[in-house]
Every structure is written in structure tokens, then in C-alpha cells.
């Protein structure tokens, strides 16, 4: 495993991390960091991700908050599997 992340999470308690590579790729057993502690961490990758987009980090319901940096960053709207890319189309503000 090389020692470049893939993906980047803040907080141990965060379920979604962003992807730090350009072209991330599904089938990639992707390495990823806990900036907090610099702690590392392993997901296989499901679906293609592009840089500055999230993937899950564990399976969560619809309905689920979605926790990014140690914060509440929306709801997701669809079910999301492990390894999963995480954007627009299955995560939403819980402002409106």
C-alpha cells in the first residue's frame, strides 16, 4: 500500500471521507488517514469517485446524517453501501 491517501476523514466518528486523488477508481482498496491523529484506515472503493467528492465509510440508511469533519453535514436521501460515492445524489442539506 502506498503511503499517498486516497481519501481523507477528520474524526474518528465521521462516516463519509473525501477523495484526495484525482480519478479514483472502483475497485481500488483505497488508504485513507484520520487527520486528528494521523491514524490510517482501509475501503474498497465501489463506484469511481472524483477528487473532492466523499465515499462512504459504512453502510447508512436513508434518513442518516452524514458526518464529515466531526459535523452534521446533511441528510442522505438514499441508502448508501460501504465504499460507495457520496454526492449530490444521495445527500442533501438539512436546510431545506
Known amino acids: 500500500m502506498s503511503d499517498i491517501p486516497h481519501v481523507l476523514k477528520h474524526d474518528h466518528e465521521d ?3 473525501v477523495v484526495v486523488v484525482e480519478d479514483l477508481k472502483a475497485g481500488t482498496k483505497a488508504r485513507g488517514v484520520i487527520t486528528h ?3 490510517t ?3 474498497d472503493v465501489k463506484a469511481d469517485v472524483p477528487i473532492g467528492h466523499k465515499v462512504a465509510l459504512v453502510d447508512v440508511a ?3 446524517t ?3 469533519y466531526g459535523q452534521d453535514i446533511g441528510k442522505f436521501v438514499a441508502a448508501v453501501k460501504t465504499g460507495e460515492h457520496v454526492h449530490t445524489h444521495n445527500l442533501k442539506t438539512k436546510r431545506w
Do not use: L, P, W
Open 15 to 17: 462516516n463519509v471521507a
Open 37 to 39: 491523529d494521523d491514524s
Open 41 to 43: 484506515f482501509e475501503v
Open 62 to 64: 436513508e434518513g442518516a
Open 66 to 68: 452524514a458526518i464529515k
